[in-house]
């Protein structure tokens, strides 16, 4: 049986798509399992104190613990398995359907598995930029007390 390039790559892309898709499973798991925080329970909760953190503006107590287990969760690599499945199902759509034509000329077909990939992507890159505010939630931390004394 031989499969070629794009069979090969196609197998290769549906056995990382369902290892990520495993590992994601067991994250998302976790995360419903924990017990939530009374201010996780608010519509829109997660967005606002992540703009405070942005912003640097003074945070309550439990807005601080709140916003740490956010970013927490946003850091770990298994939070990454949710785009990369994204990713793999595209490549998984795209070499397929390459292999499918037997290397004659992509169809319009071919380029729908773009969009997951695209989408993934996003994912990935705004995944990034909230673990990257740990510096600014470490520095908030800091400028959180002598606000509380100052009033």
Do not use: W
């Not at 503006?57 to 850091?75: V, W």
């Amino acid at each position: 049986m031989n499969l070629g390039l794009f069979g090969l790559l196609t197998l290769l892309a549906l056995a990382l798509a369902l290892i990520f898709a495993t590992f994601a499973a067991v994250y998302v798991k976790r995360l419903g399992d924990r017990t939530p925080i009374p201010i996780s329970e608010e519509i829109g909760s997660a967005k606002t104190i992540m703009a405070k953190v942005r912003k640097r503006e003074p945070m309550s107590e439990d807005e601080l613990d709140y916003a740490k287990q956010i970013i927490a969760d946003r850091r770990s690599l298994m939070a990454y398995c949710i785009p990369a499945t994204l990713f793999m199902l595209g490549c998984f759509f795209v070499f397929g359907s390459l292999y499918y034509l037997h290397g004659a000329r992509p169809s319009e077909r071919t380029f729908l598995g773009v969009i997951p990939m695209i989408t993934s992507t996003n994912l990935a890159v705004r995944l990034l930029r909230s673990a990257r505010l740990k510096g600014r939630l470490q520095n908030a931390s800091r400028l959180k007390g002598p606000l509380q004394n100052a009033s």
